[in-house]
């Protein structure tokens, strides 16, 4: 089945700098790669997705990269904000849309 | 409802009782899925309905778990004789459309808040 690893489990940034989450999956099939960010006590929220024909997407401050050849896909957080604290999750499904998850990082932006 | 909603949002229960978890996916939605979340880690799936239909019960733990989708709308998550090792978030999504052929993407999923469950 498919396995997603994410990196780094935490991390830490200046308000203002970027921030930035790496993923990498096995499952070739694997064609839908949503980020969601979860704050305590709440579900994740969907923050950006890509589809597998599709190389990069933007949506104001963040954007998303993917590399299906090295199976590996990137979140881009710019400029950030103390209310982008929160834990991070990366996750790949096929088409019907079972999803597996990386282990999540913990973002805290500090003023 | 604007979103999908889960009841209880918190159940604390003595181990051994029976619970039982409630999802209201997002109105016409036709994909439900329900994921397991234990604390400081990613959620794993558990069971995926299409519409009424269980098409996947293959990350259910164990036969204590047990969900269904009678009229493929609200659906409920049963733990017969809790453990301690159950407790977790359970989440439950949906997602509006069914699978589209492979290699034509995904769907979008949308999560609920989850339901807390403690088991003492």
């Known amino acids: 089945g498919e396995n997603v690893e994410q990196h780094p489990s935490t991390l830490s940034v200046q308000e203002g700098d970027s921030a930035v989450i790496k993923c990498t999956y096995s499952?070739?099939?694997?064609?839908?790669f949503p980020w969601y960010k979860q704050e305590l006590g709440k579900g994740p929220q969907l923050i950006i997705d890509?589809?597998?024909?599709?190389g990069e997407k933007k949506d104001q401050r963040i954007a998303v990269t993917l590399n299906k050849t090295a199976k590996h896909f990137s979140l881009h957080i710019t400029e950030t904000q103390p209310e982008d604290s929160a834990v991070y999750f990366c996750?790949?499904?096929?088409?019907?849309?079972?999803?597996?998850f990386g282990a999540g990082t913990q973002v805290v932006v500090t003023p | 409802g604007a979103g999908v909603s889960q009841s209880p949002r918190y159940k604390v229960a003595k181990r051994g009782q029976d619970v039982a978890l409630r999802c209201d996916p997002i109105?016409?939605?036709?994909?439900l899925f329900w994921y397991q979340q234990a604390l400081g880690q990613g959620p794993e799936f558990l069971t995926y309905?299409?519409?009424?239909?269980?098409?996947?019960k293959s990350g259910l733990p164990s036969d204590r778990f047990f969900a269904e989708r009678p009229e493929g709308s609200v659906s409920t998550l049963k733990i017969q004789r809790t453990q301690q090792e159950d407790s977790a978030v359970y989440l439950c999504?949906?997602?509006?459309?069914?699978?589209?052929?492979?290699?034509?993407?995904?769907?979008?999923?949308?999560f609920g808040e989850g339901s807390w469950l403690t088991v003492v």
């Open positions: 309905f299409q519409n009424e239909a269980q098409l996947d």
């Open positions: 499952d070739s099939a694997s064609n839908y």
């Open positions: 890509i589809r597998s024909n599709v």
């Open positions: 999504a949906s997602s509006p459309v069914p699978p589209k052929h492979r290699g034509a993407g995904g769907n979008t999923i949308y």
């Open positions: 109105s016409g939605h036709v994909s």
């Open positions: 996750a790949a499904s096929d088409s019907w849309g079972k999803l597996q």
